[in-house]
């Protein structure tokens, strides 16, 4: 079965410092993978997707991600955090199966940014 | 573009009462999604079209929950009756195809159940 797995439900972070957010996928078919953000009250927005091509991806607002076959990870960083991206942010892997495309979401970690 | 539609914004409604919410995908996008996302949770599909046929509604809840895509494009989800634990916010998604390799996501329902 797929799933999703995103370590932390919660991470603080201080403005400025490394933001890394953490998973991990499992998958028996090639996946397509993606990281969301969902500021409140609005809708998901896509933040970056891995898709088979390059495996550093680079994504809006500074985040970028790295696709480790080896380790089934995915894992969310940016270099300097800044407060606007306190935000929840979902990993979601996609995948063509049974016939059709699947997109599972995982459970969600919560991004707190202090001064 | 365009992106994905859904109304009403917020609904409050009180148990055992019925709420239907409505989606408009982006134009062309053969896939539609429902999922439902409680707070403190991350979304949870609850069924996926295909054009209008039905690929997957296996967490939905039948008993109360129905879903229907009329000509392939507009979609509406019902609930009937509401109970309190379908308090959650419900995200419509279009996609078109993996090549393209996102889904697109509405602004969601706020679905509070008195």
């Known amino acids: 079965a797929q799933s999703v797995t995103q370590l932390g439900s919660h991470v603080s972070v201080s403005e400025g410092a490394l933001v890394l957010l953490r998973c991990n996928y499992s998958?028996?078919?090639?996946?397509?993978l993606f990281w969301y953000v969902q500021y409140p009250n609005q809708g998901l927005q896509l933040l970056l997707k891995y898709t088979s091509a390059a495996t550093l991806v680079k994504g809006i607002n500074g985040f970028e991600a790295e696709f480790k076959k080896s380790e089934t990870s995915f894992h969310l960083t940016k270099p300097s955090a800044h407060m606007s991206d306190a935000a929840e942010y979902f990993c979601a892997v996609g995948m063509f199966s049974g016939g059709y495309n699947k997109l599972i979401f995982g459970a969600g970690t919560r991004l707190a940014v202090h001064p | 573009e365009a992106g994905v539609a859904q109304s009403p914004r917020y609904k409050i409604i009180e148990k055992r009462q019925s709420v239907a919410f409505w989606c408009n995908p982006i134009s062309g996008h053969a896939t539609l999604y429902w999922y439902q996302q409680i707070l403190g949770q991350g979304p949870k599909l609850l069924i996926q079209f295909q054009n209008n046929g039905v690929v997957d509604d296996s967490q939905l809840p039948k008993d109360r929950f129905s879903a229907e895509r009329l000509k392939g494009v507009d979609s509406t989800l019902k609930i009937q009756p509401a109970k309190l634990e379908d308090s959650a916010v419900y995200l419509c998604a279009s996609s078109l195809d993996w090549k393209q390799g996102r889904a697109f996501f509405g602004q969601g329902t706020r679905l509070t159940v008195v």
């Open positions: 998958s028996s078919v090639p996946p397509y």
